[in-house]
C-alpha cells in the first residue's frame, strides 16, 4: 500500500518568500496523492490531488505540487506565501475506493511579515 | 464536490454525559467516515458509515463508546458516550466516493469542536 512521509514537522517563511513543503511516497505503483490543508479552527479542505492524469497539479490558492517518480516526491510549492497560507498541510496517500483516506503528521507552516 | 455540515460547531460537555453530532451531506454518498482529531494532532479514523449496514470501526474504537447511525443516504450521526475529558476534539464528518481501484479525495465538514470538563 502507498504511504507517504512528510519530512518537515514545521516550517517557517517571511511573506512573499517560496514556500516549500516536502512530501514522500514509497510506491509508484498507481499512485494517487493529495494534499490538504487545515486553517487553524477550521475543517480540512482539499488543495490539489494527483491521479496520474499530469505530473504537475495546480491547486487552489496558487498552491501546485510536482509528481516525480525519479525521486518519489510529491512536494506542495507555492512561489509567494502570504500570511493566509498559516496552517497545517497534509500530504495523503489515496486508497481503494470506499476505504477512508489515513493521515499522517502533518506539516505546519508558519508565515511571518 | 460535496458539502458537509455538522451539528453541534462546539459543545462545552460534563463528563458522564453523551453527545451526538449530526452530519448532513448535500448530496447521496454511499459511504461516509468519521474521524476524531485531538488538541495538536492528526486525524484518526474512528469508523466507516454505510448506509443500510453497521459501522465498521477502526482498532481502539467500540461501538458502545461511538455508536453510529446512517439512516439514509444523506445522513449520519455520531454519538460520544459516557464522556471524559480524554474525549475533548473535534469530531469531522467526511464523505467520498468513487470506483475501482483509484480513490477519490474526500471531502470534509467543518468539524465538532468538543470539550469536556
Known amino acids: 500500500a502507498q504511504s507517504v512521509t512528510q519530512l518537515d514537522s514545521h516550517v517557517s517563511v517571511s511573506e512573499g518568500t517560496p514556500v516549500l513543503l516536502r512530501c514522500n511516497y514509497s510506491?509508484?505503483?498507481?499512485?494517487?496523492l493529495f494534499w490538504y490543508v487545515q486553517h487553524p479552527n477550521k475543517g480540512l479542505q482539499l488543495l490539489l490531488k494527483y491521479t496520474s492524469a499530469a505530473t504537475l497539479v495546480k491547486g487552489i490558492n496558487g498552491f501546485e505540487a510536482e509528481f516525480k517518480k525519479s525521486e518519489t516526491s510529491f512536494h506542495l510549492t507555492k512561489p509567494s506565501a502570504h500570511m493566509s497560507d498559516a496552517a497545517e498541510y497534509f500530504c495523503?496517500?489515496?486508497?481503494?475506493?470506499?476505504?477512508?483516506?489515513?493521515f499522517g503528521k502533518g506539516t505546519t507552516l508558519s508565515v511571518s511579515s | 464536490s460535496a458539502v458537509i455540515s455538522q451539528k453541534p460547531s462546539r459543545d462545552i460537555c460534563q463528563r458522564g454525559t453523551s453527545l451526538t453530532i449530526q452530519c448532513q451531506v448535500d448530496?447521496?454518498?454511499?459511504?461516509m467516515f468519521w474521524y476524531r482529531q485531538q488538541p495538536g494532532q492528526s486525524l484518526t479514523l474512528i469508523a466507516t458509515a454505510n448506509q443500510g449496514s453497521e459501522a465498521t470501526y477502526e482498532s481502539g474504537f467500540v461501538i458502545d463508546k461511538f455508536p453510529i447511525s446512517r439512516p439514509n443516504l444523506t445522513f449520519s450521526t455520531l454519538t460520544v458516550s459516557n464522556m471524559s475529558p480524554e474525549d475533548s476534539s473535534i469530531y469531522l464528518c467526511?464523505?467520498?466516493?468513487?470506483?475501482?481501484?483509484?480513490?477519490?479525495?474526500?471531502?470534509f465538514g467543518p468539524g465538532t469542536r468538543l470539550t469536556v470538563t
Open positions: 495523503v496517500p489515496g486508497r481503494q475506493a470506499g476505504t477512508a483516506l489515513i
Open positions: 510506491s509508484s505503483y498507481s499512485p494517487s
Open positions: 448530496s447521496q454518498v454511499t459511504m
Open positions: 467526511s464523505v467520498g466516493g468513487g470506483s475501482g481501484t483509484v480513490s477519490y479525495e474526500q471531502y
